[in-house]
């Protein structure tokens, strides 16, 4: 199956740090999703985005959908402790349903 | 507010036992997805299906079987488990084929 390639595998950063990360595909995807993880919990949807061009944010959070429609980021303002997990892209390309690939992940640490 | 759940958490089986993971959604969604989560491999879809009594398979159907006779429970069976279904297994649901996804907290299976 289809992996997205997202970018940065792992991040370190001090608490009030900007974050941001990215994710491209060699598809065209119709859906971006953007999803946190915590250990042993499900993803969380974080953001969902369905027009090309489409900024979205979700308080600190703010996700961009790109044009070409094979790329999407993330950007976190001001990070905080609970941050701290496993961020994921998606997207759902345009057989629907069934096709939700989703990228490998991005740790996020916060050193103290 | 119970949104999806899964059941169990955590199962410990034997090489050709046969298990079923529960899932059940309060939502009214009319699409139920069953995914896998490996390191190295990351979120893989098993089945989905779209609706009630509407099944389809994902990347990876092979060993495992799907029913939906009403549309908020989407249980997974493996009719013959293998230590190679040895995985972290989430049920997710959405309203349509390009909405976000909303997972469950996941079933840990160990098969020994």
């Known amino acids: 199956g289809q992996q997205l390639n997202q970018s940065p595998q792992s991040m370190f950063i001090q608490e009030g740090e900007d974050v941001s990360m990215n994710c491209t595909s060699s598809s065209i995807f119709n859906t971006w999703l953007w999803y946190k993880q915590d250990p042993g919990e499900g993803p969380v949807l974080l953001i969902a985005l369905y027009k090309a061009g489409e900024l979205t944010s979700n308080g600190r959070l703010t996700a961009q959908f790109g044009i070409t429609r094979k790329d999407s980021f993330l950007n976190i303002s001001a990070s905080i402790p609970s941050d701290v997990g496993i961020y994921f892209c998606a997207g759902v390309d345009q057989t629907g349903a069934n096709n939700l690939f989703f990228g490998t992940g991005t740790r996020l640490t916060i050193i103290p | 507010d119970a949104g999806i759940t899964q059941s169990p958490r955590y199962k410990i089986t034997e090489t050709g036992r046969q298990v079923t993971l529960m899932c059940h959604q309060t939502?009214?969604?009319?699409?139920m997805f069953w995914y896998r989560q490996d390191l190295g491999h990351g979120l893989r879809l098993i089945y989905y299906s779209a609706a009630a009594d509407i099944t389809d398979k994902g990347e990876v159907p092979d060993g495992y079987v799907v029913s939906r006779s009403k549309t908020e429970n989407f249980p997974l069976t493996l009719e013959s488990a293998t230590r190679s279904q040895t995985s972290v297994y989430f049920c997710a649901s959405s309203e349509g084929p390009l909405t976000g996804q909303y997972f469950g907290p996941g079933t840990r299976l160990t098969v020994t």
């Open positions: 939502w009214s969604h009319s699409y």
